[in-house]
């Protein structure tokens, strides 16, 4: 099944985040695309608000997920 996609770009994401989220990704056998979709769509289904003090929770559930599937 083909999932209609469009770029995006992201510009300012702290260096320490994108370097975490590369090598979790990369440890995890995902691409960082597929790492940070996951991680929207689990913030989207939790309805969780997005802010500076739970940006490291986001990535966690996400990391949690991963090491489920």
Do not use: C, H, W
Not at 37 to 47: R, S
Not at 49 to 54: I, K, R, S
Not at 56 to 61: D, E, P, Q, R, S
């Amino acid at each position: 099944m083909r999932m209609d996609t469009r770029t995006v770009n992201l510009r300012d994401l702290p260096e320490d985040l994108v370097r975490r989220a590369k090598a979790y990704a990369a440890l995890s056998g995902m691409t960082l695309k597929d790492f940070f979709v996951q991680a929207v769509e689990m913030a989207m289904e939790k309805e969780i608000q997005p802010n500076a003090q739970n940006a490291g929770f986001i990535v966690t559930k996400a990391r949690k997920k991963v090491k489920a599937s």
